[in-house]
C-alpha cells in the first residue's frame, strides 16, 4: 500500500505545486510521515521533480507560452546550483538533515505567503539582474527544496515576466537543478527507485493536469488550500521529531 500512498502524495503536491509552487511542502512533510528516511525522500523528491517539471514545461515550451532561448539562459545557472546543493546534502548525517529539513519547511511555508507582484507586462525576457537567485534557489532545491518553486515565480512575475512564462521557466530551472542533485544522490547511495518511481508517476500526473487548468483557477484558492494543509503536516513533522529526540 507504501506505493499507492507515494503516488496520491505525487499527484496532489505536484498539482499544487506547479500551479502555485512550494508543493514540495507537502510531499516532503506526508512522506517523512511515512516513516521513510530522509535522504532518501529527498532524492526520490528530485528524481519525481525531475520528470515531472520536465513533462510541464514541454507543454507550455510547445504552446509557446515561453521562449526555449530565455530558458536556456537560466537552466544551466539551476543545473550547477542543483548540484551543489545535493553534494551538500548528501554530507549531512540523517539526524543533520532532518533537522535542517524542519527549519526549512517553516522558512519554505513563509515564503508561500509572499504575495506575487502583481504587474500588466506579460514578458517572457529575463533579465540579467535575476541569474545570481537562480543560481541559489537551485542550491536551495538541490539541498532540500520544498519553496523553490515560489521562490522562482516570485522572482520572474518580479521582473515582469507572464504568468504562463514564469510556470514555464520554473518548471525548467526545476528539472535542470534536481537533475543536478539527482545525479549526486544516485552515486551516494541515496536514491531509493522503490520510492522514487511510484512518486514520480504520481508527479508526472499531477503536473499534466494542472498545465492543462492553470487558465482556469484561481491561484488564491491553491495557496490557502497548500497553507491549511502544511500547518497542519508541519505541526506533526515537529511532534515527530521532537518524540524521537526524547
Known sequence: MEWLWLFVI?????????LSGSGGLINVPAMILLGLPIH???SANKFSNMLSSFSSFYVLLRRKELAFKEAMKTGPIALAGGILGGLFASSLS??????????MLIVALGLSFLKKKKTNYSSRIVPS????FVGVIGWYDGTFGPGQATLQMNLFRHVGISYLASIGLTRFNTFLSCTGAVVVYFFSGHLNMMIAIPLAIGSITGAQI????????T????????????????FQVCYSIFTKQF
Open 10 to 18: 505525487g499527484i496532489v503536491a505536484t498539482f499544487i505545486g506547479t
Open 40 to 42: 532518501s525522500i529527498i
Open 94 to 103: 540523517q539526524q543533520s538533515l532532518q533537522l535542517f529539513a524542519g527549519g
Open 129 to 132: 539582474r535575476a541569474l545570481p
Open 210 to 217: 494542472s498545465v492543462r487548468i492553470a487558465d482556469k483557477l
Open 219 to 234: 491561484l488564491g484558492q491553491v495557496n490557502w488550500l497548500l497553507r491549511s494543509m502544511t500547518i497542519l503536516l508541519i
